[in-house]
């Protein structure tokens, strides 16, 4: 029944599977001709196969993605040592940890408490408005995650909008905007933060997110907020005139309710100076880089399951998002045979060879790809196999120009991050509405475009007083912690020059 179904499902897509076949396999004759090995035209070729999926096939990504990772081990491209090794376990369990100390606020009403509090402010307009749910989830993304986010900045659209009897999709196109450009603000707010930082060599820290990306993202955000107030001027004048009409006949914005909150927000604010605070305590207790930060999380949902045993499988089994991770898992490891099979190291000599090390000219080409990627594949695809590349490249700026490029590139298209996926399903579900993908593109672009020149000229500004890779590493050891090189895990590794990288093309 099951198969049939699928079938059924694989056959409305009509010509996809050929299309997708027929690309993969000139992107592989392509690679072929260009004297890419047998292993490299494999890898090249399957990651290209699951990126066009997630495009084509949005409900099949799973599916395909072990069939990918079944391939690959089939043709001994990737062996099961090196699978484990790239999976990226550390990123999984701290996303599970997140996940369930979420669920655990959820349902103490955290979050409940933030919506009664903007609908109890006095004298809302809509520009008040509008401005409460952009900062509202872009914080809420700094320290919860943007899939969080949006779901409860959403939430309180709706009522307000169903109170006011007006059209919700302006508003949640302009929230899921600050929700995208508000996630780069921190390592929790988006997983290619924590990806990113886990993968820069060495590892980024929570302090080194606010020191370089959080204040372009306020940047950003400020002028997000411009560009959105402009665009729907109509609809929050609109918005600012039924607030008005309800305001004299001393209505407000829906039912006040009291609700505890205290708790919960004791163990969010304890999580986040933990979390905050991870890199003093790796050093006092001469950890690996990222240890707590890892950890943290993990202890965390541990104590609240036992706290709330009796709720404790249904955390595990609802709250954490078991289908996005399992993706992620074999994505990572698909990803992971573009370095081993030496693939990303030529496309870092080509980068080389073409720029040499002028930032100037990487940092905006580095934007630019991480954007345009972003807004039409999942930005973690992007990410995990641009990483390796940006790192072969061994400049800090690079980092924070994948990072800024992937979260800002998301507001491109209404398929361009997660979050836009889940806002977009709340309100079909709701209102069995949908917004035009032309209609979100004309606003996208020019959000992303304004964003993207934002994080340039950050990162510019920033990049003479950004630490180099040699100075970070060097910083790493001097206290005594663990190092992860880029040759592995050799603490005596000296850093080369990306004119030094070998060259992996077959003589």
């Given at each position: 029944m099951a198969s049939a179904e699928a079938r059924r499902g694989i056959l409305r897509h009509g010509g996809r599977p050929l299309i997708t076949l027929a690309v993969s396999g000139l992107v592989g004759l392509l690679a072929h001709s260009l004297g890419l090995d047998r292993s490299q035209v494999i890898s090249v070729t399957i990651f290209l196969v699951i990126i066009m999926s997630t495009l084509l096939f949005w409900q099949f990504r799973l599916a395909i993605a072990f069939v990918g990772i079944g391939a690959l081990m089939g043709t001994n491209v990737l062996t099961l040592p090196t699978f484990i090794e790239e999976c990226q376990l550390d990123v999984i369990l701290f996303l599970v940890g997140m996940m369930v100390t979420v669920g655990v606020l959820k349902e103490l009403g955290l979050f409940t408490w933030i919506i009664q509090s903007v609908i109890a402010i006095k004298g809302m307009t809509g520009k008040r408005f509008v401005a409460i749910i952009v900062f509202l989830g872009a914080f809420m993304a700094c320290v919860v995650d943007e899939v969080t986010?949006?779901?409860?900045?959403?939430?309180?659209?709706?009522?307000?909008?169903?109170?006011?009897?007006?059209?919700?999709?302006?508003?949640?196109?302009?929230?899921?905007?600050?929700?995208?450009?508000?996630?780069?603000?921190?390592?929790?707010?988006?997983?290619?933060?924590?990806?990113?930082?886990?993968?820069?060599?060495?590892?980024?820290?929570?302090?080194?997110?606010?020191?370089?990306?959080?204040?372009?993202?306020?940047v950003g955000l400020a002028a997000t907020l411009g560009i959105l107030t402009w665009w729907f001027r109509e609809d929050i004048r609109l918005l600012s005139e039924r607030l008005e009409a309800r305001r004299e006949l001393g209505l407000g914005l829906g039912p006040l309710i009291q609700v505890p909150y205290k708790r919960s927000l004791a163990i969010l604010v304890g999580m986040i100076a933990l979390i905050g605070s991870h890199h003093f305590l790796e050093r006092t207790l001469n950890l690996a880089p990222n240890t707590v930060l890892i950890v943290a999380p993990l202890v965390i949902a541990g104590l609240l399951m036992m706290w709330r045993h009796e709720r404790s499988r249904h955390y595990i089994e609802a709250d954490v998002e078991w289908w996005t991770l399992l993706f992620f898992m074999m994505l990572f490891a698909v990803a992971g045979t573009l370095e081993h099979t030496h693939v990303t190291s030529r496309i870092a000599d080509s980068f080389h060879a073409a720029f040499g090390g002028r930032s100037f000219i990487l940092i905006p080409l580095i934007l630019t790809l991480s954007a345009i990627g972003s807004a039409f594949v999942d930005n973690i695809v992007f990410v995990a196999a641009f990483m390796p590349v940006v790192n072969k490249l061994q400049q800090t700026p690079l980092i924070w120009a994948l990072l800024l490029g992937t979260c800002f590139g998301g507001n491109i298209t209404m398929i361009g991050s997660t979050a836009n996926i889940v806002a977009l399903g709340m309100l079909e579900k709701r209102y069995r509405a949908s917004i035009r993908f032309l209609d979100w593109l004309k606003v996208g672009i020019?959000?992303?475009?304004?964003?993207?020149?934002?994080?340039?000229?950050?990162?510019?500004?920033?990049?003479?007083?950004?630490?180099?890779?040699?100075?970070?590493?060097?910083?790493?050891?001097?206290?005594?912690?663990?190092?992860?090189?880029?040759?592995?895990?050799?603490?005596?590794?000296?850093?080369?020059?990306p004119k030094q990288i070998p060259s992996t093309k077959p003589k």
């Open positions: 986010s949006i779901v409860f900045v959403a939430t309180l659209i709706f009522q307000v909008c169903d109170t006011l009897k007006i059209r919700p999709m302006p508003f949640i196109i302009i929230a899921v905007m600050g929700t995208n450009v508000g996630s780069a603000g921190t390592m929790l707010g988006n997983p290619v933060g924590i990806l990113i930082g886990q993968n820069a060599e060495p590892p980024l820290s929570f302090v080194d997110f606010l020191q370089w990306s959080f204040p372009v993202m306020l020019v959000v992303g475009l304004v964003t993207g020149l934002i994080a340039w000229a950050g990162v510019a500004i920033l990049a003479p007083y950004m630490p180099t890779v040699e100075q970070r590493l060097q910083n790493v050891r001097m206290h005594g912690q663990p190092a992860t090189t880029p040759e592995g895990e050799n603490p005596n590794f000296e850093m080369r020059n």
